[in-house]
């Protein structure tokens, strides 16, 4: 499994991005996915998660109403669209995916994992 993220990059608070991730190398849409930050000298969080048919999605409390995950199972792409951003949404986002095709599984069983995007807010 492989899979490329992109779309980070530089704002001010309040603005918006958006990030994709491509994924390749199994059946994309019997998984669920999720996108993952770890800001500097913090732990990686889970931030949002969707599962196959896009018909259940988890949020971050932090990120409720902010951010919305969702997913194109003809393209193997899932998104993140970011708005209100803010100075603490700063890190490096990740896409991942499960080794299960349980739906949104706790961040720990996600075993494949994108090489992450940059997003930095300034304030």
């Known amino acids: 499994v492989q899979l490329q993220a992109s779309g980070g990059g530089l704002v001010q608070a309040g603005g918006s991005l958006g990030l994709s991730c491509v994924y390749s190398g199994r059946t994309f849409s019997s998984y669920s996915m999720g996108w993952f930050r770890q800001a500097p000298g913090k732990e990686r969080e889970s931030v949002a998660a969707?599962?196959?048919?896009?018909?259940?999605?988890y949020y971050a409390d932090s990120v409720k109403g902010r951010f919305t995950i969702s997913r194109d199972n003809a393209k193997n792409t899932v998104y993140l669209q970011m708005n209100n951003l803010k100075p603490e949404d700063t890190a490096v986002y990740y896409c991942?995916?499960?080794?299960?095709?349980?739906?949104?599984?706790?961040?720990?069983?996600?075993?494949?994992w994108g090489q992450g995007t940059q997003v930095t807010v300034s304030s």
């Open positions: 991942a995916a499960p080794r299960s095709s349980r739906s949104l599984p706790p961040m720990s069983e996600y075993a494949y």
């Open positions: 969707i599962n196959w048919s896009g018909g259940r999605t």
